[in-house]
């Protein structure tokens, strides 16, 4: 398959200049692509990596322009890597077969889930009693959305994920635990990606939160009654206890986890693997991870930080007796 | 809908006081709960909550009832959250579709599992080769049962789950590795829930065993042998390696990590994203987290972290010189 | 069932001597293993366990043999670790019914996908357009292949993975995210194992990619682009994010984070629950967790661990003084 550049140009925007081949036959990386590959500049660090790119054509940003003519073609937009990602899209519409709208015959759908005609509900999902799925929201093969749940629109939504089971809500009751039923459900925004074996669990009284634009990766737990604000992104194997909230635009390392009934606002990005702890309220870059060494290292400061506090109340005896 | 109050005390017993409103719509916390909502307060601490509360009624202590009286109507009862857990049970009950016993049309069962009649089997579940349900147990839709697994009574087991799985067993073979088949199942007791996507692997050569009244989370992983204690509960994306033993009554938060072949004794508690790497025999709490901080001081402080044991070596060496 | 010993050295070599049983019931540990049971020494650490074992027939090495002949009947094989495994994939053999090669007739299998005849889908898995399953390889119930993902011969899938859902990419787009579609695909090579509920993604431009041998446990998340050198095992709650590149015969530890865009080379050995936040070429062994201590020791400790730079500084100064 190959694609001619005038037409990504046309359907995308952009300069080409310097054009030398005029058919390209797929995307790659500035390292690995060949005389018939489109690639993209989106950091002007990687200035040598385009210089001796062997792509056929370069996606740069106008002020890399003068240098990338220097190396051959390019295509010249205000924002390289959102171009870039049009292209993907634009890209796999030329080259993937339609998938159709509609139900895939081995889904299990209650009759009274209300589905879009235009939405797509992969094999062997199941959509219970009362569920809502929006319009061209996709749910890939084998996914769950239970009683009542709504999912807005143009939602991806991949294999594995249970979005409405039941949040982790038990009273003591002597040393046993009495099961508090979770009555409230997962309501899901529009423009929502959630990654596979994802799960979103239903609220206790009210309902679970997703807003708009979210992008959850794989295998992350969204406990009861979380609230996430818009365009938040959360990385692979995150963990979000029940009922914390957390604001819009932030991002969340892989495998951090936040504890419950905190907030976390806007515009706050947790490192990867760091466990939040209190509530986060200043706009911020936050991290928690005891840094990897070769082991004897480790274990040698490991056994030291048990002493850590006594080693502190030494230095203030020694700064006493120092001043006398 | 809505519901009589007399027949909530009728049903779950308590005392109600003065009350203004018969009937109620539906369940709330006390800082949402509006004139037609029940609550409940479990916590003194909550008093100023109580007093501000507009809910039409409030399940509250022996100790809050004149406190509570001030406000409005209530329901007095010896432990509220306790009784707040059955009322949620007792609304679900009036409020939903029953569901029946049975097995979903499209699940696959083995011809040799063993299915209590009062069990129900959700859509698409896969229940293996001598594999066993009890009753009144619930598997919701999705979950995979393994050959010669036993599922006790009254459990819930939530979409995604995996019982059954072989355990990670490999003896090296050179660079490569050879299976060790797993030949032991799962035992799960009664009242047992397990949270959506959660593994439990089978044993290599006993089996492994979940005690009655475990509670799990969603997407945690047991381990091949791994033993769980009685009433037990873990919070989400918890990992138990290979033949952990853990006690009674003990609570695990969430993202924690409990190492393989090792105990934790009964009524250990351990916080969320603390690593277990060693037995705990004595009851109480454990902990082990890198404290969340802003980026530049965590960056400071964890590079020092790292001379932590040469420190340590320089304040002994400042005591002898300080000493002399 | 019985099993004649002599038929186990038949099959799998060794040598058997001073026997006193010849049929044994089953495999056991040397501590739960009774007369009729056949166990198995791997360390010469355990030489106590072995002369006090009730078990009818012990496998241990040659240095071994006079101890073991002291307690009773023994196999002697010159890797007794890897004569257990072999075993036990003998006994399943002998014990357990045979399931043939085939499609469980409620798998939705698309008619672009190729499967080896010799390959095994189990119940409710989806094989999407263009896949391909090699010989063989063994998916059980309930997984996922993506479409154009290639599994490579003799694997082992299991249930709930999710093999070739859409890497975790966005560009920016102001607030928002623009998605930017996965292109690639995953490829797994031969005799790779996957534990349940596993999360494999497809590559951006290219691939990502699973080499021969390697063994992954339950609910890890490997992230778009990764590829993972030959024999590498990877214990379960594992997360690596996109465009890691992990050498052949490593070791990850369970719950371990391998951050993005980094290199660990051959031979190296994760422990459990570190984060790998830098390329690592050296091969060893590596850590990078907070110790577990109990609650009041910790908070002391970890209270201190933010002054520690400052703490560092204290220390210098007191150098400077003492050494006026």
Redesign the interface.
């Known amino acids: 398959m190959s694609v001619d550049l005038a037409a990504v140009v046309q359907a995308l925007g952009g300069e080409l200049h310097g054009i030398s081949t005029t058919t390209i036959s ?4 500035l390292e ?1 692509a060949g005389p018939s590959e489109l690639s993209f500049l989106s950091n002007p660090r990687y200035r040598q990596q385009l210089l001796s790119s062997r792509a056929g054509c370069v996606i740069v940003a106008p002020d890399m322009e003068a240098t990338a003519k220097e190396r051959g073609a390019c295509i010249v937009a205000d ?1 390289p ?2 171009y ?3 292209l ?2 634009w ?2 519409a030329q080259t ?2 339609q998938v159709d709208a509609g139900i ?1 015959p ?1 889904a ?1 759908i209650d009759p009274t889930a209300e589905i879009h005609p235009s939405a797509r509900i ?3 999902c ?1 959509v ?2 009362g569920a809502h799925i929006g319009a061209n929201t996709v749910l ?3 996914v ?1 959305v ?1 009683e009542d749940c709504v999912v807005g629109e143009r939602c ?1 939504v ?3 994920v ?1 979005i409405g ?2 949040g ?6 002597g ?9 409230g459900a997962v309501r899901i925004g529009n ?1 929502v ?1 959630i ?3 994802t ?1 979103i ?1 239903r609220g ?3 309902d679970t939160v997703i807003e708009d ?1 979210v ?1 959850l ?3 992350i ?1 969204i ?1 009861h009654n979380v609230r996430i604000g ?2 938040t ?1 959360m ?3 995150v ?1 979000v ?1 029940g009922s914390a909230t957390i604001g ?2 932030c991002t969340v390392g ?2 951090a ?1 936040i ?1 419950g009934h905190l907030t976390v606002g806007p515009n706050v990005n947790i ?8 509530s ?1 309220l200043k706009p ?12 004897a ?13 006594s ?2 109340d ?2 203030k005896t ?2 006493k ?2 001043q006398k």
Request: glycine letters at 12%; a neutral charge.
């Open positions: 797929g995307l790659a990386s690995t924002q890597y959102l870039f990602a049009r993907t899209q890209w796999k993937r077969p895939h081995s299990v992969g094999a062997l199941v219970e009693r890939k093969a084998r769950t239970g991806m991949h294999s594995g249970v089971a039941d982790f809500g038990f009273a003591p009751n040393d046993a635990w009495e099961k508090i039923e979770q009555l423009d990606e990654g596979a074996n799960c669990d206790a009284l009210q634009g992008k990766d794989n295998l737990q406990g818009r365009n992104a990385a692979g194997c963990g206890a819009a635009n892989g495998g986890i504890l490192s990867a693997a760091t466990v939040v702890s209190k986060i911020g870059h936050y991290t928690g991870v005891f840094p990897i060494d070769d082991n290292s480790w274990e040698r400061n490991a056994a030291t930080l048990k002493q850590l506090h080693l502190r030494r230095i020694l700064e007796e120092t």
